[in-house]
């Protein structure tokens, strides 16, 4: 005599969903990294860092079953891909495209009085 046990959606419905949910927290978390990197005035790596964030969620919507992609299935799995990689390209080629000689914004002199 064998029972089958159901799936895990049944049995933790709240796990499956967190499970379910793990490819846009680790891009989030990812986004989240580099503007901090941002913040701490690390500009151009941290662009860098959420670029290659959204080209890896495109990776991941690619790849990954419409069971596991959670909430990076917005829309139909082309679109989502086609811009998620576009966003992410396009980011990365900004920010190693600006000169590293003050992004071009002339230093002013501190002013005394």
């Not at 959670?70 to 600006?98: C, N």
């Amino acid at each position: 005599m064998t029972t089958t046990r159901p799936p895990l959606y049944r049995r933790r419905p709240f796990l499956a969903g967190l499970l379910r949910q793990l490819p846009l927290l680790a891009v989030l978390v990812t986004v989240g990294v580099g503007l901090a990197m941002v913040a701490l005035e690390h500009w151009r790596r941290g662009l860098v860092v959420i670029g290659v964030a959204l080209l890896a969620a495109a990776a991941l919507r690619l790849l990954l079953p419409v069971r596991r992609v959670g909430f990076l299935a917005v829309r139909s799995r082309p679109v989502d891909v086609v811009l998620l990689a576009g966003v992410g390209a396009v980011v990365v080629a900004v920010a190693l495209s600006i000169s590293a000689d003050g992004a071009g914004v002339p230093v002013l002199p501190p002013t005394t009085r």
